[in-house]
């Protein structure tokens, strides 16, 4: 098992910034894929960015690419999202996942979330 928490959510002014951390424990060495997730009220759930743990392959959701920057610190098993000039429709629960197949469509671990609010 692998076991993910989210820290750094928080209120923030349109065109603010914030830094979600996800601390991962466990089998970490079964992972192959880490990305984070949003969901905003009466909306589906959304991968926001997501790379493979060798770091190859990177993707980014149109809505956030040049404001946003997904990293990790494999030695401290970290997962970070750098999210800059954030914008009302930014708005949602953000989750951390992780999955074992890095071509697989299917997250086997996921975080509880942590709650990004943009004021406009």
Request: charged share 20%.
């Amino acid at each position: 098992q692998v076991q993910l928490v989210e820290s750094g959510g928080g209120v923030v002014q349109a065109g603010g910034s914030l830094r979600l951390s996800c601390a991962a424990s466990g089998r970490t060495f079964s992972m192959n894929g880490m990305g984070w997730f949003r969901q905003a009220p009466r909306k589906e759930r959304e991968i926001v960015a997501a790379f493979s743990w060798s770091g190859r392959n990177t993707y980014y959701t149109d809505s956030v690419k040049g404001r946003f920057t997904i990293s990790r610190d494999n030695a401290k098993n970290m997962l970070y999202l750098q999210m800059n000039s954030l914008k009302p429709e930014d708005t949602a629960v953000y989750y951390c996942a992780a999955k074992r197949e890095a071509a697989s469509s299917l997250w086997d671990y996921w975080g509880q979330g942590t709650q990004v609010t943009v004021s406009s």
